[in-house]
């Protein structure tokens, strides 16, 4: 990340009651809804002095950026958004929840929502390492707040064509095989495709900025490139054998193509590199 951070100046939001030490919400404490966490975002810019932002969120994090963009289009020049779900919890999936929490406990529910079954059934030092930090977290009754809210969410009602959606330029990131692959795949398809990039990433799970950070890393740069920022960087080896099957084998079929990939002008060199920018990051 050396690359992008010589050029951003980064923000890590959290959620309340996610910092670490943070004190636990006293009994009857009405957490906010995930909208509600969108309407804070502007105090937040306003008193860092932001203008505009490049959004990176995760889970939940990338529905409330998603929400926020949709209620302040001119202040988001981009978002990357990694497990998307934009859809609200239909009946099945209520019924389904709530039978899986008679017989599993918070700490297990959460980890099936973040990592594949595969992945939980290997009990990789990855999984270990996020069970036991959930498992022992001193803040899980706000944890369990905050997931019974994301749980709760509206639908954000993208419609490719339509008044409701992302106008700014997105790439969508999801692990094959992940619990969110199919929530993600349909987001693709409700979006601009030219303004939208898809980004399905192979052997990496659940959680790709954990697995596979290098190569989320690189397409981050690209999405940067796309946009006008950093033209001068270069492309790496990597990069210039997977770039292309990593974004054109995105679309939902083989016959829609993608106007926008995420190597856009990396080559090039003449896109102008413009003033640092400011990220955002809001994860789950």
Known sequence: MQEIIQNFVRVHVDAPGMEEGA?????GYQYPSLDQLADMIPCILQYLNFSTIIGVGVG????VLSRYALNHPDTVE????????????GWMDWAAH?????????????????????????????IQKYRNIITHAPNLDN??????????????????GGDITLKCPVMLVVGDHAPHEDAVVECNSKLDPTQTSFLKMADSGGQPQLTQPGKLTEAFKYFLQGMGYMASSC??????????????????????SRSRTLSQSSESGTLPSGPP???MEVSC
């Open 78 to 89: 981009g978002l990357v958004l990694i497990n998307i779900d934009p859809n609200a919890k």
């Open 23 to 27: 004190p636990v919400f006293p009994l």
């Open 235 to 256: 492309m790496t080896r990597l990069s210039r054998s997977r770039t292309a099957s990593l974004t054109s084998a995105a679309s939902i079929d083989g016959n829609r």
């Open 277 to 279: 920018g400011h990220t």
């Open 143 to 160: 944890i369990e707040l905050y997931w019974n809210s994301y749980n709760n969410r509206r639908d954000l009602n993208f419609g490719r």
């Open 98 to 126: 709530k039978l899986t929490g008679l017989t599993s406990s918070i700490p297990e529910m959460i980890l099936g929502h973040l990592f594949s079954q595969e992945e939980l059934s290997g009990n990789s030092e990855l």
């Open 60 to 63: 939940a994090g990338a529905y």
